[in-house]
């Protein structure tokens, strides 16, 4: 018996099973990089139109609020840095000597990465032609409708806000503790945020003339007015938005206000800093309103949603506004009223925000979990059907719920 | 900041890294070196190359006090470079916490709290230039616009090929013919690849324009100089650059001084995978040397010749075997050579058998770097030392069905098998285990060959489909061959151009194109036919008659212009696919890309017109076939791979063995053989070379004009050290398993009327002059 035992042993010992199993691969450790604009507000807006347009990076069919977006803020860049280096200090700006060049070089920059210019929006010609293009007529340039606002905020924000100017395009960068991390699950410990502002200095605003717009605009800003009593130097950031002021309380609003803190918060990290007591943001297209865009005041005002009412001669051109008549002309000082929020930077406020962006990006990686876990697309994002947002979504045809229903039409 | 000692005392203990001289010399002397110590770091496979990159980067910090703006670091791909600067900002933030957290420290916490990791400057070459190129630019000068391959693509395909008729010269095409080595295959694109590749090589390379002029007198060299020259000439006038100009503008910029701003706080440059380099390049990276030595810096050279793969990209892995020369003659310094030969990845078997293959041959010897060591393993000893496994079959669906099986059961009960008496049995991790920890690795994974007959991946493919497994295979298909490419690119050119009205009066249509809407268009007449969900409120066959039509629905007008994208995604609805799973929708990426971004020459704005103007109306039609869908129909675009990183992990990867460069996996099945069933001369420059192939040709023909010179080395010798390399990086790709497949005439050898015959492949261990060093494949085990 102990012999058959023995033997039995002698054969396992013979035949020795490795029971250990195969390693597991490990993951390339990668932190996920987010941008405030093109990442976080974009997610906010909708989720699935987030998944295909930015991180599918299918292009819109009719990409007009990115490729507006776009233009303005290089207009704006590109106008400071001739500004500043070809000392083009008088203003306002001829369109076709100063301006119409800087278009043209931002929609050749445009151009080369896919970004084309959607119809009837700019002339993409440098001088006449025979063919009219997508023009009105073949006497080439046209100041189309982009224009006629790169015109409208260069000439109105350039004199007051570029001699304010310390550092153009400055790059943000900073990393977070990833939320809801969870060890083996989620794709890394850290993420990171990114964001480009520009910023203006304590020492350029002290040295600003005294009928510059935007430091009478600071000075009746009572918060601003608390803080620059406590500090000596100190910073505020810029950004533009290529759209019309959102009416407070609404969600761009807010995300609009979570960003500027978030810009701040990103700019502390920074070695050369100083404290940034507040954010500019310039929504450019208050400068010119069209049609549609009147419409939407008009009924802003009426409801009293907006926290800049018009007064005078506007309130009563604005009401007495028919949509089937030429659009009134609204008084400058309301339009820059209007295109300029300023945001103070509080430490509630910015944890706040940071918190909230911190939330999206959970949000953002639990989806992304779901997808790498077998769950498809469609079951992974959720959309958020919002009206103005699905009407000009090139997905609502294949969306599961797009506000407003499918009425297919074609084209 | 802190002493060496702490630093290395966090790093272990922390980090888990065993950086102490005592456990690891080589790691521990490439860490520690101070910081003028410049090194040249020939890292083996395995060896913790990007581990030593960032904690040489974070003791510079840390230790030596340089502040992160002036260090640079390139990596050979994007990929790469956010690896690198993810390892760093999180070991670099974990260290500052564990500084943070001690009192000892605490006069250094203010510098701590400051340190912005984000100020490190990394990248490829390409992104680091064009970021300096940006910041540091002359007033009043635009920033450097770079167009993206498939841009260039485009370009060259317009400018260089269509323009001029090029594409029908039969001196063009006999001179490319003859630097290929071969006119199979030499379509359209392909001719635009070609010239891309002279150019690239002339930037990359360094060569002299007018010796080269002087020198070549093939009048379809000189057609193609041409063609290169106007398609430069465009980007110039255009004031874009492709990488490689961008390239040789940084070098330019540097040597004449005009980033002094840039330079004068550079100190720290390190370069991975110099083994890649070009001579532009080095110029590039000896003229930031030169300005970090001076400020009391550094550079640090890292890489491998054995695992260079990227000849046919320009590379010239000569620059790093003969580096401490190069760089003693040009920079009067001497680099401390170190060389990272442990191994942590793979089995002792694994590591014997890629030292073997390396060694096997004696005419790759002197193409090594000097005095190489072998590696050596040191992966812990916790792990099943297999034996390396062999799968042949005699025919291919007999391999592939049992290597199908094989894959099964390590994915579920295991698979087991004898060997000198041990018992063994692979088997996946029962827990966190998944398809994903096995690769098949070719040098093509193309699931066709040219003739349209299937290979093993394939194969391979449909016979895991019956246990339920998926691969992954991006490359399997060519874009244009995918059925979602095929079907989505049919149904636009049915809605467009129905009855081929406007196709047919395109001139001189490449026959590639033409066959391929050929086909698309047939797959979406059979497709509307089965009336494909969804029915309501609107079929597909109602919409494309709409759009055949031009008849609106839900609208009194039809629209006068309509974006062709706009087309694409309303027949994604049709497409359940393209939206909902992560492979498909990369096409449909591809597809619409190429719509956006080829507007930079398109004249409708990749619009279709519908005005009173009938001719106009089809100009936009034709606009939009030639330039969007005849690069697509002819294999000019590709998908972007980068689009694929949320795809499911259970998938078995199916890659090229350049793919899976500087990967690593638990289990590796390298086909060696599944298409050598004969000795093809065909087959010879995949496994036996007998001239050089189109990557020597093209070396040979320019660098006679470069101060590079001709190579040392013959055509012939540089293909077979190529083919060297490619297998020794697909050996070392292992952690746990190895196994090779392919077919039994690989193995044994084949009868013909005239007696027994071998296929001699450098894979299954030959010498280039006709030696097997493992007859049979008898050093391997069987299954």
Known sequence: ?411 | MILWETYQDIVTKHLNRRIRAEDNPDQNQAISAPLTQSQFLVAGPGSGKTTVMVLKILKFIYVDDVHPSSILATTFTRKAANELRSRILSWGDEIRQVLLDDPEFEDLHPDLRGLDFNQIITGTLDSISEDVLRTHRDPGAPPPVVIEEFVASGLMLRIGLFDGDKHHNDDLREYLKGLRGTIWGLNTPEMARNLLEIKDRLYYDQVYWNQLLENKDHPGFLLALESVAYYTQYLRDNLLYDFASLEAEFLDQLIKGKLDKFTTTLKMVLVDEYQDTNLLQERIYFQLAKHALNNGGSLTVVGDDDQSLYRFRGATVDLFTNYQTRITEKLNITPQLIYLKQNYRSTRTIVEICNQFCQLDPRFQPARVKGKPPIEAERKKDYINFPVLGLFRDDLPTLARDLSEFIHKVLNQGYSFSHEGKKYTIRADPQEGSPADLSVLMSSPLELSSSGKPRLPLLLRKNLQKYDLNVFNPRGSDLERAWQTALLCGLIMECIDPQCQVQDTIEKLPSQAKHNFAVWRNKAREYWEEDPEPVKPLSLKRFVDAWQTRTPIGRSKWKSNVPLIELTYQLVTWIPHLKDDVESLVYLEAVTRTMSQTGIFNNFGGEILHYDDEELNQASVREAIWNILVPLATGAIEVDEGLLETLPDDRINIMSIHQAKGLEFPLVIVDVGSDFSKNYPAQEFKRFPREGGKPCNMEDELRTCSPLEEPDRSPRDRAFDDLIRQYFVAFSRPQDVLLLVGLESVKDGYHTKQGPRRIANVATGWSRDGKWHWPLLENIKHI
Request: with cysteine; aromatic share 10%; glycine share 6%.
């Open chain 1, 1 to 411: 018996m102990a012999l058959a035992t023995f033997g039995k042993y002698k054969t396992y010992l013979k035949k020795k099973v490795y029971p250990m199993s195969l390693s597991v691969r490990s993951k390339p450790y990668i932190i996920p990089e987010y941008s405030l604009t093109g990442d976080l507000l974009s997610y906010l807006t909708c989720p699935l139109q987030y998944r295909y347009q930015n991180k599918a990076t299918l292009p819109p069919s009719m990409p007009v609020q990115l490729w507006f977006g776009n233009f303005i803020h290089g207009v704006m860049e590109e106008a400071y840095l001739r500004w500043d280096e070809h000392h083009w200090k008088d203003f306002p700006w001829d369109w076709e000597t100063h301006i119409r060049p800087v278009e043209l070089e931002i929609n050749k920059r445009m151009r080369s990465r896919g970004l084309n210019p959607p119809p009837n929006l700019f002339c993409t010609f440098e001088g006449e032609s025979d063919n009219p293009g997508l023009c009105p007529d073949h006497h080439h340039p046209h100041k189309l409708v982009a224009s006629i606002r790169a015109e409208k905020a260069i000439n109105t924000w350039g004199p007051h806000l570029f001699p304010l100017i310390d550092d153009a395009e400055v790059r943000l960068k900073g990393i977070r503790d990833m939320p809801r991390y969870q060890k083996d699950v989620s794709r890394s410990n850290y993420y990171g945020v990114t964001g480009i502002v520009d910023v203006l200095s304590s020492v350029q605003l002290e040295e600003a003339t005294p009928d510059n717009l935007i430091i009478k605009y600071l000075h009746r800003n009572p918060e601003f007015k608390k803080k620059i009593r406590k500090l000596d130097s100190y910073e505020i950031i810029v950004d533009y938005k290529g759209m019309n002021r959102p009416v407070p309380g609404s969600p761009s609003w807010l995300h609009h206000q979570w960003q500027v803190q978030t810009y701040a918060w990103l700019r502390s990290l920074q070695p050369d800093s100083k404290p940034v007591l507040v954010g500019i943001l310039f929504y450019i297209n208050e400068l010119h309103r069209f049609k549609k865009d009147l419409e939407e005041l008009k009924g802003e005002v009426i409801n009293h949603q907006t926290d800049i009412m018009p007064d005078g001669d506007d309130l009563e051109s604005l009401m007495n506004w028919k949509s089937r008549t030429s659009p009134p002309d609204l008084s400058q000082s309301y339009q820059n009223l209007r295109s300029i929020r300023i945001i103070p930077i509080e430490d509630d406020s910015l944890h706040e925000s940071l918190r909230a962006f911190d939330s999206v990006v959970g949000d953002i990686e639990e989806n992304i979990n779901c997808e790498v876990d077998g769950c498809g697309i469609q079951n992974s994002w959720n959309p958020q059907p919002e009206r103005r947002t699905c009407d000009a979504c090139d997905f609502r045809t294949f969306c599961s719920n797009p506000a407003g229903g499918t009425k297919p039409t074609v084209p």
